[in-house]
């Protein structure tokens, strides 16, 4: 069975920075592409970074390239995000995904 736990949300001041995890298990992480996403409040969700596997090449969207950092231990079957400069905008449930099964997501909050 296909899991995906996210972990590492919560509250934090604009300006700020956070890391959050997504732990991966029932597949071969190591042989998957994995994306982050994101729903902010009363939007639709949309793609924000991916890292591909064996080569851990990376891509993001606009607004969070240059703040944000995708990145994966295959060994761990773990994927990472690491957001910097956070901004009240950035606030969303942030999801993890190979695109054919989905996390819970956590909850980000950018507020001063």
């Known amino acids: 069975q296909v899991q995906f736990v996210e972990s590492g949300g919560g509250l934090v001041l604009p300006g700020g920075s956070l890391k959050l995890s997504c732990a991966a298990s029932?597949?071969?992480?190591?042989?998957?592409?994995m994306y982050w996403y994101r729903q902010r409040p009363g939007k639709e969700r949309e793609w924000i970074a991916t890292?591909?596997?064996?080569?851990?090449?990376?891509t993001y969207a606009p607004s969070v390239k240059g703040r944000f950092a995708i990145s994966r231990d295959n060994a761990k079957s773990s994927l990472y995000l690491q957001m910097s400069s956070l901004k009240p905008e950035d606030t969303a449930v942030y999801y993890c995904?190979?695109?054919?099964?989905w996390g819970q997501g956590t909850q980000v909050t950018v507020s001063s």
């Open positions: 995904t190979n695109e054919d099964y």
């Open positions: 029932g597949f071969t992480f190591s042989t998957y592409t």
């Open positions: 890292i591909t596997s064996p080569s851990q090449s990376t």
